[in-house]
């Protein structure tokens, strides 16, 4: 059983960045993919950012395309998402996840992972 342990938010102001942590303990992290989520207050989980196991495919939502950075230290069994250019629209708890499937497909659906951290909040100021 994956656990993961999401870390580093806060609360900024609209321009600013912030890197997110994601720790994995409880198996081999380096063979599992992780994706990133979000969800506002009162809207439903989406799709942030993926990455596989080998850090060669990376995969991102067109809202944070060109301004968030996804990837993985196996050494330190961490997943991070480095934030730029936050905009007040970037407010949300961030969580990660396992995927759960053999093949990456481009999948941006929830249900497609598993092991679910219980988030860390993002706030930014306008």
């Known amino acids: 059983q994956l656990v993961l342990i999401e870390s580093g938010g806060g609360l900024v102001q609209a321009g600013d960045s912030l890197r997110l942590s994601c720790a994995a303990s409880g198996r081999t992290f380096s063979s599992v993919a992780i994706g990133w989520f979000r969800q506002a207050p009162g809207k439903e989980r989406t799709f942030v950012a993926f990455i596989n196991r080998s850090s060669g495919l990376t995969y991102y939502a067109d809202s944070v395309k060109g301004r968030f950075t996804i990837s993985r230290d196996n050494a330190k069994n961490t997943v991070y998402l480095q934030m730029n250019t936050l905009t007040p629209e970037d407010t949300a708890v961030y969580y990660c996840?396992?995927?759960?499937?053999?093949?990456?497909?481009?999948?941006?659906?929830?249900?497609?992972?598993?092991?679910w951290g219980r988030g860390t909040q993002v706030t930014v100021s306008s």
């Open positions: 996840a396992q995927y759960q499937r053999v093949f990456y497909s481009g999948s941006q659906k929830a249900t497609d992972f598993g092991s």
